[in-house]
T-cell receptor, first 114, second 113 residues
Framework: AAGVIQSPRHLIKEKRETATLKCYPI?????VYWYQQGPGQDPQFLIS???????DKGSIPDRFSAQQFSDYHSELNMSSLELGDSALYFC?????????????FGPGTRLTVL | DQQVKQNSPSLSVQEGRISILNCDYT??????FLWYKKYPAEGPTFLIS?????DKNEDGRFTVFLNKSAKHLSLHIVPSQPGDSAVYFC????????????FGKGTKLSVKP
């Protein structure tokens, strides 16, 4: 079965650079979530989109922005990168409706800021 | 303030025995709970979920129990297998199945042959 695809899988950037992470949800999933997991931490919710509109916002820094496109893929744009942004970034997708709509996670993008 | 708590960072059990992973939560608005399993360098994999209107959900070797009055849920794995060795995250949502997830810090399960 198709899963959530994230690209790139690994990314190395310098401080103050920008980065763009991409997420391709499972086909027919209309909701995308972004999470950040620091070393030894639990995943922290950043932002979510439903039908291309932002639906919820968590602890996402102002330096970050995201959007969902017409084909339901999503991009997380990160600017003025800081050392503390080094983390695993997970995208998850789900489909609204039905009784149990679990979020399915991608493999993550490991961002290292030097 | 951690709204979802997994107080045991690690658990070791013998193959064939039962593994019980515990999770406590503080927010009474949570109405949907999930367990995820995570291997290193991979994303969390959905295991099993339960709505707050139920107290038990079973799927094969995995059973989740919810005690709303105690704000406690547990995941039972029986029989445990070495391939079950992973980090298990408890997660909760206040928006039903559509809301963002609040995760616990995870419990590392080791199943010894």
């Amino acid at each position: 079965a198709a899963g959530v695809i994230q690209s790139p899988r690994h990314l190395i950037k310098e401080k103050r650079e920008t980065a763009t992470l991409k997420c391709y949800p499972i086909p027919r999933h209309d909701t995308v979530y972004w999470y950040q997991q620091g070393p030894g931490q639990d995943p922290q919710f950043l932002i979510s989109f439903y039908e291309k509109m932002q639906s919820d916002k968590g602890s996402i820094p102002d330096r970050f922005s995201a959007q969902q496109f017409s084909d339901y893929h999503s991009e997380l744009n990160m600017s003025s990168l800081e050392l503390g942004d080094s983390a695993l970034y997970f995208c998850a997708s789900s489909r609204r409706g039905g009784s149990y709509n679990e979020q399915f996670f991608g493999p993550g993008t490991r961002l290292t800021v030097l | 303030d951690q709204q979802v708590k997994q107080n045991s960072p690690s658990l070791s059990v013998q193959e064939g025995r039962i593994s019980i992973l515990n999770c406590d939560y503080t927010n009474s608005m949570f109405d949907y709970f999930l367990w995820y399993k995570k291997y290193p360098a991979e994303g969390p994999t959905f295991l099993i979920s339960i709505s707050s209107i139920k107290d038990k959900n079973e799927d094969g070797r995995f059973t989740v129990f919810l005690n709303k009055s105690a704000k406690h849920l547990s995941l039972h794995i029986v029989p445990s297998q070495p391939g079950d060795s992973a980090v298990y995250f408890c997660a909760a949502s206040g928006g039903g199945s559509q809301g963002n997830l609040i995760f616990g810090k995870g419990t590392k399960l080791s199943v010894k042959p």
